[in-house]
Nanobody, 118 residues
Framework: QVQLVESGGGLVQAGGSLRLSCVAS????????MGWYRQAPGKQRELVAT???????NYADSVKGRFTIPRDNAKNTLYLQMNSLKPEDTAVYYC????????????WGQGTQVTVSS
């Protein structure tokens, strides 16, 4: 299995920056792709950004040019660098990993709250 632990959320003013971290443990060699999703109150969970094991990235249109998804393989850590934050970015952010273990599996972190004040 793969376990994920996020950190780095908090309160920031509009226009500011935050960096979220997601540390993966367990069968990390089986991971195909990782990503960040978010869920705002009363809304469905939505994709923010993903990165494959080969380094191919994908971003939601709403965050393109503002967010990046770097990773540090030596630390088994995925980041979400968020710049030029907007109030509409307020949500709980979840780290996600898709991996192979007796078939395709998905793991989620516990989530971290990001609040952007206007």
């Amino acid at each position: 299995q793969v376990q994920l632990v996020e950190s780095g959320g908090g309160l920031v003013q509009a226009g500011g920056s935050l960096r979220l971290s997601c540390v993966a443990s367990g069968s990390i060699f089986t991971i195909n792709a990782m990503g960040w999703y978010r869920q705002a109150p009363g809304k469905q969970r939505e994709l923010v950004a993903t990165i494959t094991s080969g380094g191919i990235t994908n971003y939601a249109d709403s965050v393109k040019g503002r967010f990046t998804i770097p990773r540090d393989n030596a630390k088994n850590t995925l980041y979400l660098q968020m710049n030029s934050l907007k109030p509409e970015d307020t949500a709980v952010y979840y780290c996600n990993a898709n991996y192979q273990r007796d078939g395709p599996k998905t793991s989620w972190g516990q989530g971290t709250q990001v609040t952007v004040s206007s």
